[in-house]
Every structure is written in structure tokens, then in C-alpha cells.
Nanobody
Framework: QVQLVESGGGLVQAGGSLRLSCAASGSIFRVITMGWQRQAPGNQRELVATIARDGSTNYANSVKGRFTISRDNAKNTVYLQLNSLKPEDTAVYYC?????????WGQGKQVTVSS
């Protein structure tokens, strides 16, 4: 089994910054893709950013230039730096990891951006 523990998030004013972290642990043979998804009230869950093992990244258009995803392969940890936050970024953010060729999700962290 693989466990994901998220940290970070919280309440910030528009224009502010936050950082999310997610550490994977357990019986990990190989971590392939890591990423973040988010879900706002009344909306479907959407992909925010992904990072492959080689460091290549992809971002949703809505966060390009504002969010930065990174990972530490030695620690099986993925990070999401959220800058220039907007009220529409308010959502529960979920860590997502493809490990041992299976999908795992974190418990979710609330990010609230006030106007």
C-alpha cells in the first residue's frame, strides 16, 4: 500500500502565495507521475499540474505562469507553489501519484483565497 500525506494550504488574500507538499510512503517500487488536482464546490475535479519522473511538467491553462510544480524523487515528494492567487483558485487540492502503476490520491487540502 501507498500512503500520501499532504501539508500546506490555508487562507490567503488575493495576490498571495501558498505552498502544498505531498509525501508518498509505504511499499513503493516506483513513482512515475506526480501531480495535483483540485475541486471547487459545485465543480468537477480538474487537473492542475503534473510532473513526470524526468521533471517534465504540464499545467492547466488557468494556472500557467502562476503555479509551479516540482518533485524530489529521493523523498517521493511533490510540491506545488501557488503564486498570484485568485479567488477562483479556491478549492480542495488533492495530491495525485502514480506509484507501482496504480493511482493514489491524498486526503485533500483546502485553499481559500479571499478577495
Amino acid at each position: 500500500q501507498v500512503q500520501l500525506v499532504e501539508s500546506g494550504g490555508g487562507l490567503v488574500q488575493a495576490g498571495g502565495s501558498l505552498r502544498l507538499s505531498c509525501a508518498a510512503s509505504g511499499s513503493i517500487f516506483r513513482v512515475i507521475t506526480m501531480g495535483w488536482q483540485r475541486q471547487a464546490p459545485g465543480n468537477q475535479r480538474e487537473l492542475v499540474a503534473t510532473i513526470a519522473r524526468d521533471g517534465s511538467t504540464n499545467y492547466a491553462n488557468s494556472v500557467k505562469g502562476r503555479f509551479t510544480i516540482s518533485r524530489d524523487n529521493a523523498k517521493n515528494t511533490v510540491y506545488l507553489q501557488l503564486n498570484s492567487l485568485k479567488p477562483e483558485d479556491t478549492a480542495v487540492y488533492y495530491c495525485w501519484v502514480v506509484a507501482n502503476y496504480q493511482n493514489y490520491w491524498g486526503q485533500g487540502k483546502q485553499v481559500t483565497v479571499s478577495s
